[in-house]
């Protein structure tokens, strides 16, 4: 009897996100050239992980450390690769800001459950602001972003607690400063409880630990969202979105008339998104002046709900 568990329920829903996954390389959103760079952040017993940087290139060293994003692919924890969110973080190199694609451990490599990747992605967070001297990054100008599950790992590494790997630094801060969110998935204890069966690899105690709609605090940082309407995950961003607004937080969200779940992974939504993400990390002063991205005459509109 075929099981229905989580991993299924968001692996199923962008089929279309994961074939973008492996040909998005080639969709450019500059340009410009940037430079590249891999490090590897972590060490284990299932391989290395590394963080793929793309940096400002040919401009001259300054004393000033810039603003850092860690990106984290989606894929449902099971699949994907860190070549999803290449276009994003070029473009934001070519703007001035230090952008990184993460690895993590995903079932269908590391034979791991999602708790292992919460994991991974909080030690990503640490090993940046942590070598943030070395790699000329701002230590309070963190972004954690990401898509799907990948958006939801971003968004854990504000708010979730557990699972810090006991390799890491306890003391520097796996929290990011800033969030970045492409559908993310929201209410996981919601989803768990709804489809997932007695044998599912993950249970319910760590779906609860894991769910970012749990621990929403007045120390949630600043957070955008994008989503499709058609999309069933929204209703768990609506609902971060609103406790976040309840405790005075500033919580964005965008909304893409009638688009499914991945939408953000083709154009023009990318070019629309990546354009509305340039205007927030703006307001933050994380960038400065207009964004570079032109948008094409007739360009769909993203909805400010």
Not at 54 to 75: D, L, N, S
Not at 108 to 136: C, F, L, N, Q, Y
Not at 172 to 198: C, D, G, Q, W
């Amino acid at each position: 009897m075929r099981l229905i568990t989580l991993f299924v329920i968001l692996t199923s829903l962008p089929l279309h996100a994961q074939k973008a996954a492996k040909t998005k390389a080639l969709i450019k959103l500059t340009p410009i050239e940037v430079a590249t760079e891999d490090r590897v952040y972590k060490k284990t017993p299932q391989g290395e992980l590394k963080l793929h940087f793309f940096k400002p290139k040919g401009e001259v060293q300054i004393a000033v450390q810039r603003p850092c994003v860690v990106f984290f692919f989606g894929g449902g924890w099971k699949s994907g690769s860190y070549l999803q969110f290449v276009p994003q973080a070029e473009y934001l190199a070519s703007r001035g800001i230090i952008a990184a694609c993460a690895d993590y451990r995903i079932s269908s490599i590391h034979k791991t459950t999602p708790d292992k990747a919460v994991e991974d992605a909080k030690s990503a967070i640490r090993w940046v602001r942590g070598h943030a001297d070395e790699i000329g990054v701002d230590p309070t100008k963190i972004i954690a972003a990401g898509g799907s599950a990948g958006g939801h790992l971003a968004a854990c590494t504000a708010v979730v607690t557990a699972y810090d790997a006991e390799s890491d630094d306890k003391n520097i801060s796996a929290k990011p400063n800033t969030l970045v969110l492409f559908n993310p998935a929201m209410n996981i204890a919601t989803l768990f409880r709804e489809r997932a069966t007695a044998d599912s690899p993950m249970k319910m105690d760590v779906a609860e630990a894991i769910t970012p709609n749990n621990f929403v605090t007045k120390d949630t940082p600043p957070a955008i969202l994008f989503f499709g309407t058609a999309d069933q995950l929204k209703i768990g961003g609506d609902e971060f979105v609103q406790k976040a607004r309840a405790l005075g937080l500033r919580a964005e969200m965008w909304a893409a008339p009638e688009m499914p779940h991945g939408f953000f992974n083709k154009a023009p939504w990318m070019q629309v998104t990546a354009r509305q993400m340039d205007v927030f990390l703006t307001s933050l002063n994380y960038l400065g002046g207009e964004p570079t991205i032109r948008l094409l005459e007739g360009a769909p509109a993203l909805k400010a709900e």
